[in-house]
């Protein structure tokens, strides 16, 4: 296994001397905002991590290996080269033998972050249950991966572009806890609301990383959720983005977008109609979710040791 694996010398000594550590995903930054706001947001939200105690990992797969932190030059080949794949679990054994090269989803980068040994993991949006789903099949690989791999996901929830009780009901299926932080109304990634109850809520990082002590003792296996609003300051009213989303969802039915693609032309689709301000928003959450993860890796950290 260890031949498919590579660290940065920060991750590694980071495990050496097993300091809280963060991973950050890298198909948000090579599919889900634009040159050169990406690699800007990138390199902010690990600094947003090492400030609070942490340090960052963001995963990626290059050159036949699994990336464990990635250098500054990395970063930017993220952020620019037009022929990143989109890598989820199915996707690994091919990109990895190919050696091509490969944007981590969120179940990439938890499988990536497991490996490597890490437990948090802070992004912007989960993926889910489409609109549609029951007729398209569109889940995305995220949910069962939760189900699956041990590693805590701090997001903004998950857009409107998907289908929010759905996936709450799929992830409630798989055991997958869904923690609201500060709130007991699962967030709607630019807003607050989506008239959806998380299963719990949870108001200090400590309480949050004594749930995941407790379940990962109990050899509970899987993630878990850690659903972090949007700052008031920076979110978008649910109905304004409603709208665009609706829009932008008749724009993806007319012209055929299915499969891997309906996410990353959603995000680009939505951020043209809103004139650049979900990007804005988008950036902001991920931010505020970087801080979060930091503090509930260093809380961990000290109720592992
Ligand atoms: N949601 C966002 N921004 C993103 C993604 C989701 O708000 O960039 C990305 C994440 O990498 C997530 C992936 O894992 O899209 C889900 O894609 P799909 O819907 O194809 O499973
Ligand atoms: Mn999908």
Wanted: glycine share 8%.
């Amino acid at each position: 296994m260890k031949q498919y694996l590579s660290f940065s010398e920060e991750v590694r000594h980071a495990l050496d001397h097993q300091l809280p550590i963060v991973a950050l995903e890298t198909t948000i930054i090579s599919h889900g905002m634009p040159y050169p706001q990406n690699v800007e947001m990138a390199n902010d939200v690990e600094q947003i991590i090492r400030n609070h105690g942490a340090v960052p990992a963001t995963i990626g797969f290059m050159d036949g290996q699994i990336k464990i932190g990635l250098s500054a030059s990395e970063l930017e080949e993220f952020a620019t080269n037009k022929n990143v794949a989109k890598v989820s679990r199915r996707d690994i054994p091919y990109i990895l033998a190919s050696k091509k090269i490969g944007a981590a989803t969120v179940s990439g980068t938890m499988i990536g972050a497991e490996l490597a040994g890490i437990r948090m993991f802070a992004t912007g949006g989960i993926g889910g249950v489409h609109r549609e789903g029951e007729v398209t099949w569109d889940v995305s690989a995220d949910l069962t991966e939760l189900a699956e791999t041990n590693v805590a996901v701090v997001c903004a929830g998950c857009k409107s572009i998907l289908d929010i009780g759905r996936t709450l009901e799929y992830l409630e299926t798989l055991g997958v806890p869904v923690v609201g932080y500060q709130t007991t109304e699962f967030p709607a990634f630019y807003s607050h609301q989506s008239g959806c109850d998380v299963s719990v809520s949870m108001d200090t990082p400590e309480e949050a990383a004594a749930m995941l002590d407790a379940k990962w003792k109990l050899g509970l296996k899987g993630g878990a959720v850690i659903a972090n609003p949007i700052l008031e300051a920076d979110a978008i009213p649910y109905d304004e983005i409603e709208a665009i989303i609706l829009q932008a969802m008749h724009d993806a039915k007319n012209q055929g977008i299915t499969g891997k693609q309906v996410t990353p032309f959603m995000l680009a689709n939505v951020k043209e109609r809103t004139g650049g301000k979900s990007l804005e928003a988008n950036i902001a959450l991920v931010k505020n979710n970087a801080k979060l993860a930091a503090q509930i890796a260093v809380a961990l950290n000290r109720s592992e040791s």
